[in-house]
T-cell receptor
Framework: GAVVSQHPSRVICKSGTSVKIECRSL??????MFWYRQFPKKSLMLMAT?????????EQGVEKDKFLINHASLTLSTLTVTSAHPEDSSFYIC????????????FGPGTRLTVT | GQNIDQPTEMTATEGAIVQINCTYQ??????LFWYQQHAGEAPTFLSY????GLEEKGRFSSFLSRSKGYSYLLLKELQMKDSASYLC????????????FGTGTRLTVIP
């Protein structure tokens, strides 16, 4: 199997606070993890790519100081939304690819963030 | 830059066949994926094409023409549960394995 989990599945926070979202590959080692953002009725937008033990590579237009990514191990990556604002409210999805068959990405169930 | 286009919405009848098209213009190409996504859920993998031609998998088939920058997903014997968004994604070249998604096509299957 190739199962990816995310925690929390849903979070509500106040403006100005920070929120951490975890992404775990449960039954495989993930060489690379990806973070996406999805607005309502829109497709996924790649935010950043992270490899274990190295700095994340951010896509153009994504603020790396606002969206902190840590990829501490081959099974865990975290996304921290710092000083959240209402416009950060979105559906955040992570995915992971295996060492073998690396062409395929396995997606987590997503985290719905609402900033009030 | 990456430009991946799909129709925004489609409607089809239960039991029928529907074709969802995807055209792409990307700086690199290392494969094209189709994903299915139900509202509020993560995308699930449907198919992968890296060479030209048709890949068939049960009720779902996917076609790729690299020279035309074109792909389609064909769904046969439509079922109500096939109502979902269908996302076309192109994999970047090189080791990054990045996926760039199209806008997605929202398919509604009606009785």
């Amino acid at each position: 199997g190739a199962v990816v989990s995310q925690h929390p599945s849903r979070v509500i926070c106040k403006s100005g606070t920070s929120v951490k979202i975890e992404c775990r590959s449960l039954d495989f080692q993930a060489t690379t993890m990806f973070w996406y953002r999805q607005f309502p009725k829109k497709s996924l937008m790649l935010m950043a790519t992270s490899n274990e033990g190295s700095k994340a590579t951010y896509e153009q237009g994504v603020e790396k100081d606002k969206f902190l990514i840590n990829h501490a191990s081959l099974t865990l990556s975290t996304l921290t939304v710092t000083s959240a604002h209402p416009e950060d409210s979105s559906f955040y999805i992570c995915s992971a690819s295996k060492r073998t068959a690396s062409y395929e990405q396995y997606f987590g169930p997503g985290t719905r963030l609402t900033v009030t | 830059g990456q430009n991946i286009d799909q129709p925004t919405e489609m409607t089809a009848t239960e039991g029928a066949i529907v074709q969802i098209n995807c055209t792409y213009q990307t700086s690199g190409f290392n494969g094209l994926f189709w994903y299915q996504q139900h509202a509020g859920e993560a995308p699930t993998f449907l198919s992968y094409n890296v060479l030209d031609g048709l890949e068939e998998k049960g009720r779902f088939s996917s076609f790729l023409s690299r020279s035309k920058g074109y792909s389609y997903l064909l769904l046969k014997e439509l079922q109500m549960k096939d109502s979902a968004s269908y996302l076309c994604a192109v994999r970047d070249q090189g080791g990054a394995n990045n996926l760039f998604f199209g806008t997605g096509t929202r398919l509604t299957v009606i009785p």
